[in-house]
């Protein structure tokens, strides 16, 4: 593996191999010294076009406990405004040293151009592109999973388990990686969504879809992820209104109490409160949002450590 660029390229042995590296990369995040001398002497930069909170701090957190250079890129206040472009900003930066690019663009396909093209010499990491992948966040939500379900000692994968994932399908990055690796790692993944989010190509992805949420609930899922809806990705009239929205596929507190106790619920974030889900469901015992992100900065010094200290740099 020379890149991370989608979940659909990792087996299933080196998708339970990078788990595994998660889990250990999560024990020494408890440890008093958080750190590991791994990547000493590499530079990494995060190159964000599009705005993070979790997903950028995190790369920026696991690369500085693997004793990287760290250096973060956003496209604003970057030359980027002056015209500048995506060849011009990696061949910038990789003058300058740069020997690893997290990118979050806004393009479905970035991340997959730089680590195709001839002028970039730098392992590449996707943080996101457009509405097509975000591994990293699926392999935290894996091993978020996993952990919460199998225990933390848990070496294996998720063959068994029920996943159904709630929302604005069409536009979630999360959602396509999500289905990828999780099904790869042997669960059954289903969409829920109103017909207009959940069109038939995305539909093929999955073991099973629900246009009902109440049906969908019905259906003994072991977790129920539920989605952002991505207003700033909606160029037409996609929803009726947000009430009726989270009348129809939010999870509130009457759907949280149908379920069985042992029911996980996550979101990737930023969440819209009161709209796909409600404020207590995502502070209650059975939600494991905030692991998700304790998960992120695991997975994260995982991959970065499994393509430049296991595989080595270079073309
Ligand atoms: N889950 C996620 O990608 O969050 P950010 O947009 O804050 O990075």
């Known amino acids: 593996m020379r890149h991370l660029l989608s979940t659909a390229d ?8 990078l788990l595994n590296l998660g889990s250990e990369m999560a024990a020494v995040n408890k440890r008093d010294v958080k750190k590991l001398p791994a990547l000493s002497g590499r530079t990494v930069a995060n190159l964000f076009f599009e705005d993070s909170t979790r997903t950028r701090i995190s790369f920026e957190i696991a690369a500085k406990r693997l004793s990287a250079d760290v250096v973060n890129f956003s496209a604003k206040g970057s030359s980027v405004s002056k015209g500048e472009s995506l060849k011009d900003t990696v061949l910038t930066l990789e003058a300058m040293g740069v020997e690893a690019i997290v990118i979050r663009h806004w393009s479905s396909g970035a991340a997959k151009t730089i680590a195709d093209s001839d002028w970039s010499k730098s392992v590449v990491v996707n943080a996101g592109d457009g ?4 591994p990293t966040q699926a392999l935290l939500d894996a091993l978020t999973i996993r952990d919460t379900i199998l225990g933390s000692s848990s070496t294996g994968d998720l063959a068994g388990l029920r996943v159904l994932i709630v929302g ?14 999780l099904r790869t790692l042997g669960a059954k993944v289903a969409f829920c969504g109103p017909a207009t989010l959940l069109p038939s190509s995305i539909a093929d992805l999955v073991d099973e879809t629900y246009l009902n949420f109440d049906e969908a609930l019905a259906g003994n899922f072991d977790v129920v992820m539920m989605l952002r809806i991505q207003q700033e990705r909606m160029n037409s009239s996609f929803l009726p209104n947000e009430t009726e929205y989270s009348n129809l596929y939010g999870l509130t ?3 949280f109490n149908s379920l069985r106790s042992s029911t996980v619920i996550m979101h990737p974030g930023p969440m819209n409160r009161g709209l796909e889900i409600a404020s207590d469901v995502a502070d209650s015992k059975q939600s494991v949002i905030t692991n998700q992100v304790a998960n992120g900065v695991a997975m994260r010094m995982a991959v970065l450590y499994r393509l430049m200290a296991q595989e080595g740099v270079g073309k």
């Open 253 to 255: 507190m009457d759907r």
């Open 168 to 181: 604005d399908v069409l536009h979630s990055r999360v959602a396509r990686s999500n289905a990828h690796l």
């Open 10 to 17: 990792l087996d299933k042995a080196e998708a339970i191999e």
């Open 131 to 134: 509405t097509h992948e975000h």
